[in-house]
């Protein structure tokens, strides 16, 4: 039983939408051919739809209303992160090196605290969930050390919530910049996120009811990696046995990104997880 208001979809919805706006204030310059080719090819697929499923004006009509309450309840980067974004990774994977990437999703915030190797991500006095101890390398595709190296993580709670996108939780929660040592070294101390619920009062936890699907994500924790020089790996690191691992809603898993913590004996676990960056 929850000890406080739950997020609601809208609330969330609003924060992912002004964080996406803030970290795009310049779209890139896109050709009047790039438009053209691109959205027509879109629509051919949505007209393609139409025909092969003889889609009915009611049901046009009631796509038409549903469309404006995704943008009304501020869920754009939401539905667009779950249910497309994998196919842009997995385009933009086509040519890349190193450690393999996953989506960003809508809840990455720029400008965490930055802390020094061994760091312990910032929580609250009384952060439930099971300790972890997340340690590893960042090295080059040679194989060498990459010193100071950033690692940008940010995690749900043990109920499955991100600070920024839920009114309880203090600003800032389970979210920092960690620096590796002049080995490329990396400790992090945190607690092992829960499973991710799409919200369900929200227009896409009512579409993914709607279609009998089900709305979760596997225990994640998100990270960006980077380094002057190198390109920066945009991935996410799941959990071995976790539930959801085959069916996330958002089909990001990927086998090369499942941890396999051990019990360090005190109840706490421990995983080391290296990364591979390729020269930008
Ligand atoms: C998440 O936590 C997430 O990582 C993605 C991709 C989409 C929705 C919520
Ligand atoms: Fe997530």
């Given at each position: 039983?929850?000890?406080?208001?739950?997020?609601?979809?809208?609330?969330?919805?609003?924060s992912?939408?002004?964080?996406?706006?803030?970290?795009?204030?310049?779209?890139?310059?896109?050709?009047?051919?790039?438009?053209?080719?691109?959205?027509t090819?879109?629509l051919?697929?949505?007209?393609?739809?139409?025909?092969?499923?003889?889609?009915?004006?009611?049901?046009?009509?009631?796509?038409?209303?549903?469309?404006?309450?995704?943008?009304?309840?501020?869920?754009?980067?939401?539905?667009?992160?779950?249910?497309?974004?994998?196919?842009?990774?997995d385009?933009?994977?086509?040519?890349?090196?190193?450690?393999?990437?996953?989506?960003?999703?809508?809840y990455?915030?720029p400008?965490?605290?930055?802390?020094?190797?061994p760091?312990?991500?910032?929580?609250r006095?009384?952060e439930?969930?099971?300790?972890?101890?997340?340690?590893?390398?960042?090295?080059?595709?040679?194989?060498?050390?990459?010193?100071?190296?950033?690692?940008?993580?940010?995690h749900?709670?043990?109920?499955?919530?991100y600070s920024?996108?839920?009114?309880?939780?203090?600003?800032g929660?389970l979210?920092?910049?960690?620096?590796?040592d002049?080995?490329?070294?990396?400790d992090?101390?945190?607690?092992?996120?829960?499973?991710?619920?799409i919200?369900?009062?929200?227009?896409?936890?009512s579409?993914?009811?709607?279609?009998?699907?089900?709305?979760w994500r596997?225990?994640?924790?998100h990270l960006?990696?980077?380094?002057p020089?190198?390109?920066?790996?945009?991935?996410?690191l799941?959990f071995?046995?976790g539930?959801w691992?085959?069916s996330?809603?958002?089909?990001a898993?990927?086998?090369?990104?499942?941890?396999?913590?051990?019990?360090?004996?005190d109840?706490?676990?421990?995983?080391?997880?290296?990364?591979?960056?390729?020269?930008?």
């Amino acid at each position: 039983t929850a000890t406080h208001d739950s997020p609601t979809a809208a609330g969330s919805g609003d924060s992912a939408t002004k964080a996406f706006r803030a970290s795009r204030s310049t779209g890139p310059e896109v050709s009047q051919e790039r438009v053209s080719e691109v959205v027509t090819e879109l629509l051919a697929g949505i007209h393609a739809t139409i025909r092969s499923k003889k889609v009915s004006y009611d049901e046009f009509q009631a796509a038409k209303k549903y469309l404006i309450d995704v943008g009304e309840g501020g869920e754009w980067p939401l539905i667009l992160d779950v249910f497309v974004e994998h196919v842009v990774e997995d385009v933009a994977a086509e040519d890349q090196e190193g450690t393999k990437g996953s989506i960003l999703g809508p809840y990455h915030l720029p400008d965490q605290v930055r802390l020094d190797t061994p760091a312990t991500l910032p929580r609250r006095p009384d952060e439930k969930g099971t300790e972890l101890l997340f340690a590893g390398h960042v090295r080059d595709t040679e194989g060498n050390p990459v010193p100071g190296a950033e690692l940008d993580i940010w995690h749900a709670d043990d109920e499955g919530y991100y600070s920024g996108f839920a009114p309880h939780l203090p600003d800032g929660n389970l979210r920092g910049v960690v620096v590796a040592d002049e080995q490329g070294k990396f400790d992090i101390h945190t607690i092992e996120p829960s499973a991710y619920q799409i919200p369900t009062d929200g227009p896409t936890g009512s579409l993914i009811e709607a279609a009998g699907w089900h709305p979760w994500r596997p225990a994640h924790l998100h990270l960006m990696v980077r380094a002057p020089g190198y390109r920066t790996i945009t991935t996410q690191l799941y959990f071995r046995g976790g539930e959801w691992l085959d069916s996330d809603v958002a089909s990001a898993t990927k086998p090369e990104l499942i941890l396999d913590p051990v019990d360090s004996g005190d109840g706490k676990h421990a995983v080391t997880y290296d990364f591979t960056l390729e020269p930008a």
